[in-house]
């Protein structure tokens, strides 16, 4: 299902279970179902500024043990809120896998909802997210910062 966000088109993918893919990018052979139908919706609501939390169910079926257990602390960062990749790397127990989480977040299946945007580097900079291109993607994760009401100055911290 293609979606427009105000960045741009997003794509998004289920199964029978729930929510799985939301992508910057083109997704061929997707399902339209009531867990993307969902997803759209809540997405929506958050972009405009009435959601701060997704109840949408979620099923992945990809990734590591590793990287599960990154998304899942992901999941755990409060709306408004940014935790370094070295704080995910304490999260998970692995305080010295902080290029890891990097290359967990880079496979996140379910950015925004598993707000990998919130994650910034250890001296307050934004690095790296999604998208076709990493000035794409950088431009993408500060918009989601803003929109959660982060000023630049409260990310630089």
Same mark, same amino acid.
Request: hydrophobic content about 40%; overall charge positive.
């Given at each position: 299902?293609?979606?427009?966000?105000?960045?741009?088109?997003?794509?998004?993918?289920?199964?029978?279970?729930?929510?799985?893919?939301?992508?910057?990018?083109? #997704?061929?052979?997707? &399902? +339209?179902?009531?867990?993307?139908?969902? @997803?759209? =919706?809540?997405?929506?609501?958050?972009?405009?500024?009435?959601?701060?939390?997704?109840?949408?169910?979620?099923?992945?079926?990809?990734?590591?043990?590793?990287?599960?257990?990154?998304?899942?602390?992901?999941?755990? #960062?409060?709306?408004? &809120? +940014?935790?370094?990749?070295?704080?995910? @790397?304490? =999260?998970?127990?692995?305080?010295?896998?902080?290029?890891?989480?990097?290359?967990?977040?880079?496979?996140?299946?379910?950015?925004?909802?598993?707000?990998?945007?919130?994650?910034?580097?250890?001296?307050?900079?934004?690095?790296?997210?999604?998208?076709?291109?990493?000035?794409?993607?950088?431009?993408?994760?500060?918009?989601?910062?803003?929109?959660?009401?982060?000023?630049?100055?409260?990310?630089?911290?």
């Amino acid at each position: 299902m293609k979606i427009h966000a105000p960045f741009g088109p997003m794509w998004l993918d289920a199964n029978n279970s729930g929510l799985t893919t939301i992508s910057f990018t083109t #997704i061929e052979n997707h &399902q +339209t179902n009531c867990f993307t139908e969902q @997803a759209a =919706a809540e997405l929506e609501d958050y972009f405009l500024g009435k959601r701060t939390i997704f109840t949408v169910p979620l099923s992945i079926q990809i990734g590591t043990v590793f990287q599960q257990r990154v998304w899942q602390a992901l999941y755990q #960062i409060p709306y408004g &809120q +940014t935790r370094s990749y070295l704080d995910i @790397a304490h =999260a998970v127990n692995s305080p010295k896998a902080v290029r890891a989480i990097g290359q967990a977040n880079s496979k996140n299946p379910l950015p925004i909802i598993i707000p990998c945007h919130r994650v910034i580097g250890k001296s307050g900079k934004l690095v790296g997210y999604l998208g076709s291109s990493e000035q794409e993607g950088l431009r993408i994760k500060k918009f989601l910062l803003q929109r959660e009401q982060l000023t630049l100055k409260e990310i630089e911290k």
